[in-house]
């Protein structure tokens, strides 16, 4: 029987060199947008996806994330004197959402590296891969999307995004065929090989991977037998590229819209976008936005 995506792995111990000086003393993930941590939009994506069992890997000074998904006595019982229940509700949801465990990668020496630290945890299982600094607004949760594939096709499934040809050198490319999924040929793909941030005219298609992945446990191995490539960084793309000799892999276009919110640019649409969409907030902050003269 197939087995069922149980657990996702948020690899979280990068050094998030890109959102210095924000980043210096406090981990990326848990910059907030709009009114709450990034990482927290990734693990409510997990849960909606119908997964509770999350595996976070952190590096130094992570703890503020730790805090933040554990229980608060004093500020729940501050709020609990002061009668103001639908606070301790947002407080206490929080620590309710999932069961976390933690793992430190001692050293940032990559993604494939950080991955492979949660061997142990997830064990025989296919789990799925959230990397917290890609924020997703989606209607059917971008990781719910790749279960339904890895439940039909019982393969690794990627997730991917069309790029502009100038923006593909950013990004781990495709190489990829059609496959015919609900009657369409433009979503789902067989992945044939992977270009790391290849230049615009050597890559093959203008599919970039983005940070949603279902994994099978074979690609622990994958990734032990990986060479570090420079700066002593072991790849998860290498890993994947070495699973394609063995099996098949597949990419699926997902409905929805990524944001880079570990990019200053990135995150600063996220917060505009995420927050004229907010249930509250969205009427006034579009007032606002539309009193601006630029
Ligand atoms: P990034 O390359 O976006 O993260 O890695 P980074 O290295 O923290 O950021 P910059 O480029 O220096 O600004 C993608 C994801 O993989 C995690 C990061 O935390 C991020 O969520 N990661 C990366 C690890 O957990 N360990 C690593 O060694 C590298």
Redesign the pocket.
Known sequence: MLAKVRKAV???????????PA?KAM???MLNVVDKPIIQYGVEEAVNSGIHNIVI?T?RDKSPMEDHFDVSYELESMLRSRNKTELLNVARKISDLADIAYIR?K?????G??VLKTAELVGDEPFATI???DVIDAEVPCVKQLVRIYEQFHAPVLAVMEVAPDQISSYGCIEAEPVEFEGSTDKLFRVRNMVEKPKREEAPSNLAII?RYVLTPDIFDCIRAVTPGAGG?IQLTDAIRMQLSSRQVYAYKFDGKRYDA??KLGFLKATVELGLKHDSLGPAFREYLRSLSF
């Not at 948020?10 to 210095?20: E, K, N, S, V, W």
């Not at 050293?107 to 993604?111: N, Q, S, V």
């Open positions: 948020f690899p979280a111990a990068g050094l998030g060199t890109r959102f210095l980043t981990p990326k993930e890997v590096g990668q050293e940032a020496l990559g993604l590296h950080a990397l917290p600094d940070g960084e570990g990019d």
